[in-house]
């Protein structure tokens, strides 16, 4: 950590990465490390299939070039400092509206998984509102993203390489 860092910036970034990879590494239908009540992947997704309105979210082109260039890893790294700063709080600011529609591939899938706002999450996952959100469950938000991303048509799992030598 750089001079000047505030306390705890060191223990925030290894906490963001510890949950990224967590997300990243793990598509089980019940994670282990989860807390109880977290609800089965496979389930949760059949239910988010049958909602008229979360099925008609998908990357745009902007969205899935940034995930291509990227990769999954570091879209998910942006993803869990969303997540802690934007919904993990027992009442993030502007709850309801804090998650943009677009521009970011974690926005898009964060409203087609129902892990935008607190009401979303407590209707879709079964996580109440009013308290914060424990790592555990930051990493289940994750991986639900996760999961998402990587059934996008379009999804890269690894940056894409740029062309070196064109003809």
């Known amino acids: 950590m750089p001079l000047g860092s505030p306390p705890g910036a060191a223990f925030e970034s290894v906490m963001v990465l510890s ?3 967590l997300a990243a ?9 989860y807390p109880a009540g977290m609800r089965d992947l496979d389930d949760l997704f059949a239910g988010l299939a049958q909602s008229r309105f979360r099925r008609r979210f998908a990357l745009g082109r902007r969205e899935a070039d940034y ?4 990769g999954l890893d570091a879209v998910l790294a942006h993803g869990a400092e969303f997540v802690a700063d934007r919904l993990a709080p027992a009442r993030p600011a502007n709850d309801g509206r804090q998650t943009p529609w677009r521009n970011h591939p974690i926005f898009v899938a964060q409203h087609a998984t129902g892990t935008c706002c607190r009401t979303c999450l407590a209707r879709w996952h079964r996580i109440p509102a009013e308290r914060a959100l424990s790592a555990g469950e930051q990493a289940y938000v994750l991986a639900v993203i996760a999961r998402w991303l990587r059934n996008q048509p379009e999804a890269a799992t690894a940056p894409r390489q740029p062309d070196l030598f064109r003809d």
């Open 19 to 21: 949950i990224t990879r």
């Open 25 to 33: 590494d793990v598509e089980p239908r019940r994670p282990s490390g």
């Open 67 to 70: 995930l291509a260039q990227r």
